[in-house]
């Protein structure tokens, strides 16, 4: 479009007739505009908070967001003949380009000045306003001012910066997260995605896109946990005792050097020296050389309080080794020797064979080894991006953030935070995006919180979680915050990085096959007067029961061979008991 042709379509687009007021105050990045005499309740064109603007400037159009509207103040306003007044925020301006093209740009070169004339913005305008190019652009939903127009954020900042989703229980964090993933899938089919999912409700949303790992499935040998998270899991989230912790912390690296040594008693006689290993390298080692050094050491003991430490230590690994549910990490461990490079193939689809996703479904592990188990998890996705230099993009997203994260350091376990904040701190130099989810902002480690650069704000009741978020955005954003209690489901506001400007917008609707928990609680929950018989109960039963057996069984029975205990038998009539959406799930 020629230069001169665009000015003429600003000016008649921006033709008196179609005014609704006039600037009559500007001030820094705000302005208040006189609202014609014509605008009654009811009104087609009555101007309301979050309303677009257009003010007609010199040489552009000042794009404005309604903070407020009133019909007192200022009492000025009415002296002058206007019907009342709004309160608007300066958020940029569409100019046009040399090439004749029209575009938007944050920020405003050319302010106001008092008299202008005040229009709502086009179709187009607000296209041009929130367009953000075919290449980069997401589509996620649609604009909440016009529901005709897409709303899209920018797929590369999203990911590279971190973003976070938060809002309270129900308002559709999880289904906005599958939203973003099936489009972020969509635009960069070749981006890995680890997603942690402690409550099992994501198995179904990505049909075959995704793989689900379980406790029945998941193979994460015990020496690919460090020393803390060994330490963790054989005191079974409960501090160690010290003189314990010692000893293991003298053997473990001993161990790993007796790794590579022929035949059991070769390795145990010959002399262990300085093993160049530290208790966190994550090389094999075996449990039967850790159990006989210790035995050794014992051995050599003459003291019996010594003695009796150490004694206590061999029971305890005993007990966690021998523990069925612990299966994950002890069964067949030293099996097949250094497995490492196939399980983090495995978790982190390397290569993605056409299934860039794994969902780590939590619920079925001890309460007491999930933290841990996050941490490894945590720990070896960056690791993996660090040591390979960011060859190959993942993105970690972690629901319910908030406990693995806490804000409180005497909450939660130290290493898990630590995995996630070294993702948050440096992961966008090795390729490794973090995604937050959590209902409590507030609750959340802030200084992981702030290094995620595009939220998805949606509705947050309680004042401390909104007073975190308020401090998170820029202040021309803070004002839009006054919206998020009165937020619907699926509405949200996105800020940051990934969009051009604030944005209220609603998440795509989802189909039913695609919603996370779409056995919804809600279905359940207002079932109450379902008819419950004896043969319902042993059904739970038996399911509860076959979350705590071992995974050989569980396997076992895959497989079509006979168990050799009876195991959870029956499966359940999903559309009778669809209120046990989690098998073997200790609710949070
Ligand atoms: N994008 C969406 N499409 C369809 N339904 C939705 C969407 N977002 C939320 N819902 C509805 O709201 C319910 C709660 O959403 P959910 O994502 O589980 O919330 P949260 O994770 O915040 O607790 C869903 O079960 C679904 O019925
Ligand atoms: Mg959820």
Redesign the pocket.
Same mark, same amino acid.
């Given at each position: 479009m020629q230069p001169v042709a665009a000015q003429r379509l600003i000016e008649e687009s921006f033709g008196a007739a179609d005014a609704i007021g006039r600037v009559i105050l500007v001030r820094g990045s705000t302005a208040n505009i006189g609202l014609k005499r014509d605008q009654k309740p009811g009104d087609h064109d009555r101007v309301t908070v979050g309303d677009f603007l257009g003010i007609d400037t010199a040489g552009s159009r000042v794009i404005a967001v309604v903070t407020e509207a009133s019909l007192e103040s200022p009492p000025t306003a009415k002296e002058y003949g206007f019907a009342g007044a709004s309160c608007v925020d300066l958020v940029g301006e569409i100019r046009v380009k040399a090439d004749g093209e029209q575009c938007f740009m944050r920020g405003v070169s050319r302010y106001p000045s008092l008299g202008d004339a005040v229009r709502r913005i086009s179709k187009d305008e607000l296209r041009l306003v929130y367009g953000i190019g075919e290449e980069e652009g997401m589509e996620i939903g649609s604009l909440h001012h016009d529901v005709g127009v897409d709303a899209s954020v920018n797929i590369d900042d999203m990911l590279q910066k971190h973003f976070a989703v938060v *809002?309270t229980? *129900? %308002? *559709?964090? +999880? +289904? *906005?997260v599958a %939203?973003l993933l099936h489009s972020v899938m969509e635009k960069r089919p070749d981006l890995r995605i680890f997603l942690i999912d402690p409550h099992n409700e994501y198995g179904r949303c990505f049909g075959d896109r995704a793989q689900t790992m379980t406790p029945a499935n998941l193979r994460l040998p015990f020496w690919l946990f460090n020393f803390e998270e060994i330490v963790d899991i054989i005191y079974r989230g409960r501090p160690g005792l010290d003189e314990e912790i010692e000893i293991l912390s003298d053997v473990i690296p001993l161990a790993k050097q007796l790794y590579g040594r022929g035949s059991r008693s070769e390795r145990l006689s010959a002399p262990a020296g300085d093993s160049g290993y530290t208790v966190d390298t994550p090389v094999p080692y075996r449990l039967t050389d850790l159990i006989s050094l210790v035995d050794q050491r014992m051995g050599k003991l003459e003291n019996l309080s010594s003695r009796s430490t150490h004694g206590k230590l061999l029971q305890r690994i005993s007990s966690v080794v021998n523990d069925p549910r612990y299966a994950f990490m002890f069964e067949g461990a030293n099996v097949g020797g250094d497995t490492m490079a196939s399980v983090i193939g495995q978790l982190f689809r390397l290569p993605t064979d056409g299934r860039p996703m794994t969902i780590m479904q939590l619920a079925g592990f001890p309460a007491e080894t999930v933290d841990s188990v996050v941490s490894v998890l945590g720990r070896m996705a960056f690791d993996f991006g660090l040591w390979s230099d960011g060859a190959l993009p993942l993105l970690f997203v972690c629901e319910e953030a908030h406990r693995y994260a806490s804000a409180n350091r005497d909450l939660g376990f130290g290493p898990t935070r630590r995995a996630i904040s070294r993702i948050a701190k440096e992961g966008r130099k090795y390729g490794v995006f973090l995604g937050l989810v959590s209902q409590r902002p507030a609750e959340l480690d802030s200084t992981i919180l702030s290094q995620c650069s595009t939220l998805f704000v949606m509705r947050l009741a309680n004042e401390r979680d909104q007073a975190i978020i308020r401090s998170a955005v820029s202040d021309a954003a803070a004002s839009l915050l006054s919206f998020v209690p009165s937020l619907g489901?699926?509405e949200v506001f996105a800020f940051g990085e990934g969009v051009a400007l604030p944005t209220r917008l609603n998440?795509?609707?989802?189909r039913s096959e695609q919603?996370?928990?779409s056995e919804?609680v809600?279905d359940a929950g207002s079932d109450f007067g379902r008819t419950v018989d004896q043969s319902f109960i042993d059904v739970v039963i038996d399911r509860w029961r076959g979350a705590t057996l071992s995974n050989r069984l569980r396997m076992s029975e895959e497989n079509g061979d006979q168990p050799p205990a009876k195991a959870h038998s029956k499966p359940l009539d999903p559309d009778r008991y669809r209120i046990l959406k989690k098998p073997g799930a200790p609710s949070q």
């Amino acid at each position: 479009m020629q230069p001169v042709a665009a000015q003429r379509l600003i000016e008649e687009s921006f033709g008196a007739a179609d005014a609704i007021g006039r600037v009559i105050l500007v001030r820094g990045s705000t302005a208040n505009i006189g609202l014609k005499r014509d605008q009654k309740p009811g009104d087609h064109d009555r101007v309301t908070v979050g309303d677009f603007l257009g003010i007609d400037t010199a040489g552009s159009r000042v794009i404005a967001v309604v903070t407020e509207a009133s019909l007192e103040s200022p009492p000025t306003a009415k002296e002058y003949g206007f019907a009342g007044a709004s309160c608007v925020d300066l958020v940029g301006e569409i100019r046009v380009k040399a090439d004749g093209e029209q575009c938007f740009m944050r920020g405003v070169s050319r302010y106001p000045s008092l008299g202008d004339a005040v229009r709502r913005i086009s179709k187009d305008e607000l296209r041009l306003v929130y367009g953000i190019g075919e290449e980069e652009g997401m589509e996620i939903g649609s604009l909440h001012h016009d529901v005709g127009v897409d709303a899209s954020v920018n797929i590369d900042d999203m990911l590279q910066k971190h973003f976070a989703v938060v *809002g309270t229980t *129900g %308002v *559709g964090k +999880s +289904s *906005g997260v599958a %939203v973003l993933l099936h489009s972020v899938m969509e635009k960069r089919p070749d981006l890995r995605i680890f997603l942690i999912d402690p409550h099992n409700e994501y198995g179904r949303c990505f049909g075959d896109r995704a793989q689900t790992m379980t406790p029945a499935n998941l193979r994460l040998p015990f020496w690919l946990f460090n020393f803390e998270e060994i330490v963790d899991i054989i005191y079974r989230g409960r501090p160690g005792l010290d003189e314990e912790i010692e000893i293991l912390s003298d053997v473990i690296p001993l161990a790993k050097q007796l790794y590579g040594r022929g035949s059991r008693s070769e390795r145990l006689s010959a002399p262990a020296g300085d093993s160049g290993y530290t208790v966190d390298t994550p090389v094999p080692y075996r449990l039967t050389d850790l159990i006989s050094l210790v035995d050794q050491r014992m051995g050599k003991l003459e003291n019996l309080s010594s003695r009796s430490t150490h004694g206590k230590l061999l029971q305890r690994i005993s007990s966690v080794v021998n523990d069925p549910r612990y299966a994950f990490m002890f069964e067949g461990a030293n099996v097949g020797g250094d497995t490492m490079a196939s399980v983090i193939g495995q978790l982190f689809r390397l290569p993605t064979d056409g299934r860039p996703m794994t969902i780590m479904q939590l619920a079925g592990f001890p309460a007491e080894t999930v933290d841990s188990v996050v941490s490894v998890l945590g720990r070896m996705a960056f690791d993996f991006g660090l040591w390979s230099d960011g060859a190959l993009p993942l993105l970690f997203v972690c629901e319910e953030a908030h406990r693995y994260a806490s804000a409180n350091r005497d909450l939660g376990f130290g290493p898990t935070r630590r995995a996630i904040s070294r993702i948050a701190k440096e992961g966008r130099k090795y390729g490794v995006f973090l995604g937050l989810v959590s209902q409590r902002p507030a609750e959340l480690d802030s200084t992981i919180l702030s290094q995620c650069s595009t939220l998805f704000v949606m509705r947050l009741a309680n004042e401390r979680d909104q007073a975190i978020i308020r401090s998170a955005v820029s202040d021309a954003a803070a004002s839009l915050l006054s919206f998020v209690p009165s937020l619907g489901t699926r509405e949200v506001f996105a800020f940051g990085e990934g969009v051009a400007l604030p944005t209220r917008l609603n998440f795509k609707q989802l189909r039913s096959e695609q919603l996370p928990q779409s056995e919804a609680v809600s279905d359940a929950g207002s079932d109450f007067g379902r008819t419950v018989d004896q043969s319902f109960i042993d059904v739970v039963i038996d399911r509860w029961r076959g979350a705590t057996l071992s995974n050989r069984l569980r396997m076992s029975e895959e497989n079509g061979d006979q168990p050799p205990a009876k195991a959870h038998s029956k499966p359940l009539d999903p559309d009778r008991y669809r209120i046990l959406k989690k098998p073997g799930a200790p609710s949070q």
